[in-house]
């Protein structure tokens, strides 16, 4: 199980959200580029990174940033989300150096699109699934649509997708620990394996999640993405990720 730092970028900074909320962020890093630096020395396997004012206009827009990062690092396999709504934009970050390119909102609101991309970009596209009570929003956490993150990731489950990141919104930057039994519960339901996200905030939550992947049923849970916690210092990457490979 990967432990995958992420970094989110607001305004060209390394920033974490609360619940994803834009007007409740704090800013740990006016260097993302060196930030990610910082995680591979550390022993990160993967980066997360999300383009958060992309999120909210529908479009990429620290492109550039992102791609500072996959030429600085070559060798650190990145996934990106925030913005990607078109052919276009994902072309633009595989071409960047991008490893995986995250389909969140488009994903919701076009499912098609998603077969599209994979047909496309074969093994590089994951689906970003972002739940409130279940029920996943879109538009930046704005809005809630009516559907459940499981009934979204069986309809994915032939079109190609690599992974599916599923995060508690409710969780996400308040260190109260991962929503287990949402996480395990689309595990064992689909035939995509899970990134869990939302809420880690020290090894006892990695702890737990690597039981309850252990006893999945399904495609099981293939990493956890950390961001306040290890921004805080109330997880080690390079601990968790020893654990994580025992």
């Known amino acids: 199980m990967l432990v995958i730092p992420a ?7 390394c920033v974490r959200l609360r619940q994803g909320r834009m007007d409740d962020s704090t800013v740990f890093s006016d260097n993302p580029v060196s930030m990610a ?57 595989l071409k960047a150096g991008v490893s995986y390119v995250i389909i969140g909102t488009q994903a919701v609101k076009q499912p098609e699109f998603v077969k599209l991309a994979c047909s496309a970009f074969p093994d590089k596209v994951i689906v970003g699934l972002d739940a409130v009570d279940g029920k996943v929003a879109t538009e930046g956490w704005a809005d809630v649509s009516d559907l459940t993150a499981v009934e979204l990731a069986k309809k994915f489950s032939d079109y190609g997708v690599q992974a599916i990141v599923y995060t508690d919104i409710s969780r996400d930057g308040m260190m109260q620990g991962i929503n287990l039994a949402a996480t ?63």
């Open 37 to 93: 630096g910082h995680w591979l020395e550390k022993g990160a396997r993967r980066l997360h990174v999300v383009d958060l004012n992309g999120a909210f206009a529908g479009t990429p827009v620290n492109g550039e940033i992102v791609t500072a990062i996959a030429r600085q690092y070559p060798t650190l396999p990145i996934q990106i989300g925030g913005g990607i709504r078109d052919l276009e934009s994902i072309e633009f970050y």
């Open 184 to 246: 395990v519960d689309l595990a064992e339901q689909s035939q995509i394996p899970i990134i869990a996200s939302g809420g880690i905030a020290k090894l006892a939550d990695l702890v737990a999640l690597k039981a309850a992947c252990q006893t999945a049923t399904g495609a099981g849970i293939m990493g956890a993405i950390t961001g306040r916690a290890i921004y805080e210092d109330t997880l080690d990457i390079t601990e968790a990720q020893a654990y994580c490979d025992r």
């Open 7 to 13: 970094i989110d970028l607001k305004d060209g900074q």
